[in-house]
């Protein structure tokens, strides 16, 4: 079973644009869609699409619209005491798949409802193969938590995946080892602003991007998963790393590529495949959304995994 945690849940809405967007103009939508999302919440959607068990953590009123979505999804949902009314986010979509997002800040929260959210996370962990902490988090909440949060799971036989980014990201970094996890999933912003490297230079080349993940796997992170848009991804665990080049691939939107691409790879150790592999379908899951519109979370005959060959990288000799 894979347990997520959104702490920081939104309702995308997403508009798709006839044209390019401009600045200052009246534009005309081609469809306009609206679906209960976040990191965390699209992995779940994955995961039953999947036919993988899954739970989602999520702070949200047990009668809130929101819920009722999820439910009606097959997601079995945990909602804890929440802070405020859920967020709405709002995704432009242009026709040659520029994404343009705009993200609100979602409630405040006070201690007592990270406190319940961590409750819950630790309590279903017990039955969890995987436990995803996923997304931003809401005002109010220190930086810091998702390490925490990470250390009170070392006490359950689950494995922690975390993708995050900006300050929850560094406070995780900043936490190692203690805080290590057994994956982490930046792209190749946010491992330049983790490693000091250039961000530019891990997209183009894939061996930077594992040199700089090393760094990571070096302090103890179990495995990283580094997402490359259009250049793929590469894997870099304690027995070696590898790349995998996105197959031909036309976009649409780009929003959950990425959650798409860590559920691909989540999916890989359910099955327990070799890492290679695992990278496969986490790079063929990610194809598959950026060729769907808006948020729609990529089903198992959407994806293509025979598409992406990963090749071994020696580090080596660099």
Known sequence: MILTLTANPS??????LTGPLE??????AASMTSQAG????????AAVAAGVPTVAVLPAGADDPFVAELGAAGIACRPQEP????????????????TTKINNPGAAVERHHLDLLAAAVVEFAADATWVVLAGSLPPGAPAGWYAELVGALRGTS??????????PLAALAE????????LMKPNGDELATLTGAD?????????????????LTAQGVGAVLVTLGGAGAVLVTGDGAWHAPAPPTTVVSTVGAGDSSLFGYLLGTERGLAPDAALALAVAYGSAAASLPGTTIPRPEDVDAAAVTPTRLDLARL
């Not at 976040?38 to 959607?45: A, L, M």
């Not at 802070?83 to 520029?98: H, S």
């Open 199 to 215: 961000a530019e230079a891990l997209e183009g080349d894939p061996r930077a991007a594992a040199v700089a993940a090393q760094e």
């Open 83 to 98: 802070a405020g009314p859920v967020r709405v986010n709002l995704t432009i979509t242009e026709p040659d798949g520029t």
């Open 23 to 28: 600045r200052g103009a009246v534009l005309r």
């Open 158 to 167: 689950a494995r922690v995946a975390v993708d995050t980014s900006e300050a």
């Open 11 to 16: 309702i995308d809405r997403t508009i798709t």
């Open 38 to 45: 976040g990191k965390g919440v699209n992995i779940s959607r």
């Open 175 to 182: 936490a190692l080892p203690a805080s290590a996890p057994d």
